[in-house]
T-cell receptor, first 114, second 114 residues
Framework: GAGVSQSPRYKVAKRGQDVALRCDPISGHVSLFWYQQALGQGPEFLTYFQNEAQLDKSGLPSDRFFAERPEGSVSTLKIQRTQQEDSAVYLC????????????FGPGTRLTVT | AQKVTQAQTEISVVEKEDVTLDCVYETRDTTYYLFWYKQPPSGELVFLIRRNSFDEQNEISGRYSWNFQKSTSSFNFTITASQVVDSAVYFCALSEAGGFKTIFGAGTRLFVKA
């Protein structure tokens, strides 16, 4: 079946612009995660959804970052007034059940803020 | 607090050599889950294995094996008879049953030369 998809794959934004990154998880997966991966680093947790409920947003670096999953499937990560330090790969992952099970990752969106 | 340490930044081996990737973790929970993921040059993380804290049995899957030792808080990964296709970045990760985050280590980049 189809895996996790993310769009766009690449995004270049000028500093101060707003961006929206989309994640389509595997159908039927309850859990959805967003991560930020800087060059040469491991994924850093941003936020976690169980269906439409955002149960943990402790990893969001500032109030410029906002995530939603209104119908418990597709999720959007929005970054307002982008800064250069936001440049990274944003990964989405989904899991069949709870957060303690294996995650299936999308290809990521590479965001470059100029 | 949760922490995952992968002290080896890069390892280079010649094909057919065995190689062990180290992972040391910290957690206060008694119930937790450990994972290994592979990130090939294409970029998409791929799940390799999941262990829970109550199962210290070592596991072997083909050329891959994992050694989980609670006494030393380690979950090491060995590739036997390495192949060029094993070249990738490998991440160790930890999820606590009482939370929603997954914490990743910084990764170990493995180069397997022909």
């Amino acid at each position: 079946g189809a895996g996790v998809s993310q769009s766009p794959r690449y995004k270049v934004a000028k500093r101060g612009q707003d961006v929206a990154l989309r994640c389509d998880p595997i159908s039927g997966h309850v859990s959805l995660f967003w991560y930020q991966q800087a060059l040469g680093q491991g994924p850093e947790f941003l936020t976690y959804f169980q269906n439409e409920a955002q149960l943990d947003k402790s990893g969001l670096p500032s109030d410029r970052f906002f995530a939603e999953r209104p119908e418990g499937s597709v999720s959007t990560l929005k970054i307002q007034r982008t800064q250069q330090e936001d440049s990274a790969v944003y990964l989405c992952a989904s899991s069949l059940a709870l957060q303690i099970y294996e995650q299936y990752f999308g290809p990521g969106t590479r965001l470059t803020v100029t | 607090a949760q922490k995952v340490t992968q002290a080896q930044t890069e390892i280079s081996v010649v094909e057919k050599e065995d190689v062990t990737l180290d992972c040391v973790y910290e957690t206060r929970d008694t119930t937790y889950y450990l994972f290994w993921y592979k990130q090939p040059p294409s970029g998409e993380l791929v799940f390799l294995i999941r262990r829970n804290s109550f199962d210290e049995q070592n596991e072997i899957s083909g050329r891959y094996s994992w050694n989980f030792q609670k006494s030393t808080s380690s979950f090491n990964f060995t590739i036997t008879a390495s192949q060029v296709v094993d070249s990738a970045v490998y991440f160790c990760a930890l999820s606590e049953a009482g939370g929603f985050k997954t914490i990743f280590g910084a990764g170990t980049r493995l180069f397997v030369k022909a």
